[in-house]
Structure formats: C-alpha cells, structure tokens
C-alpha cells in the first residue's frame, strides 16, 4: 500500500481560511503561516491555477499580515510532490521555535 500524502488528505488540524474546489489555505501546521495548497495532487499546476491559488494566499496573507507584510514561499520542502505554497511575515521563524 502507498503512503497517503498530507496535503491530499486534508485534516483540519490548524485554522482554515478558505477553500474551494481548486484549493485551499489554512495555517501550516509546522509554520504558523498561511499556506495554499491545491486540491490535486501534482507538483506542477498549470500556471493559470497557480495564479489563482496565490490570489486566494495573499487575500489571506494581507488580512493577516498587512498589505506587503509578508513573503510567498514556493519551496515544497516536506511535501515535494504536492503544489502547496506559503506566506511568511518576518518572525514566523522566532513565532515557531521560540514560542513566542
């Protein structure tokens, strides 16, 4: 049997912001931040849904962090093989591992 992937499964373990039939955000649950994931599993949207993802990200993000208080980060680290993205303000870092 095949691992199960994360982002396809979904669990609603932090705060959801949006979600849709394209993708979803809610707050990564090893970062704190918002992240948009698409709800098919691929690496590689075609650019006209990565696009919009990222207009769904930074809708999210600004109420959150302010207009330009934050950076996209597209780098799937964990989960190379599922187009996920997320918004980083500048203490994400500190909020993660210093508890503050």
């Known amino acids: 049997m095949g691992e199960v992937c994360e982002l396809c499964e979904a669990a609603r373990m932090t705060t959801w912001h949006y979600e849709d039939d394209r993708c979803w955000v809610a707050d990564c649950e090893v970062c704190d931040v918002p992240m948009v994931v698409w709800t098919h599993h691929g690496a590689e949207p075609p650019d006209v849904e990565v696009a919009y993802m ?24 964990q989960i190379p093989d599922h187009f996920h993205a997320h918004a980083r303000d500048p203490f994400w870092w500190f909020r993660r591992f210093d508890g503050g």
């Open 54 to 77: 990222l207009e769904r990200l930074d809708e999210v993000a600004t109420a959150r962090f302010g207009e330009g208080g934050y950076k996209v980060d597209r780098t799937m680290r």
